[in-house]
């Protein structure tokens, strides 16, 4: 079964910087569309990035800030993430995109962003 631990969040000023790290233990895991998924509060996940084989994709919100990176020899992907506003408060999340277009994934527990002041 595929694990996904995430790695990198903490409390940020707005403005302020920091890079997510995710380590997936996936058979394959370089033939797999990647992404990065947040949740806040009340509100449900929503993908944020994602990378495969022909390049990255990006949410309106996130485009220009964050950036989405992968090492398939470290089984691991990565998000930059820049210029952090308040709005990007969430948990964030990686996982494979077509298990959770599937509704076939499992989730690892998650990194927590806060961006405050």
């Known amino acids: 079964q595929a694990q996904f631990v995430e790695s990198g969040g903490g409390l940020v000023q707005p403005g302020g910087s920091l890079r997510l790290s995710c380590a997936a233990s996936l058979r394959l895991f370089s033939t797999y569309a990647m992404g990065w998924y947040r949740q806040a509060p009340g509100k449900q996940r929503e993908l944020v990035a994602s990378i495969n084989s022909d390049g990255t994709n990006y949410a309106d919100s996130v485009k220009g800030r964050f950036t989405i990176s992968r090492d398939n020899a470290k089984n691991t992907v990565y998000l930059q993430m820049n210029s952090l506003n308040p709005s990007d408060t969430a948990m964030y999340y990686c996982?494979?995109?077509?298990?959770?277009?599937?509704?076939?994934?499992?989730w690892g527990q998650g990194t927590q962003v806060t961006v405050s002041s």
């Open positions: 996982n494979s995109v077509s298990r959770v277009t599937t509704g076939r994934a499992n």
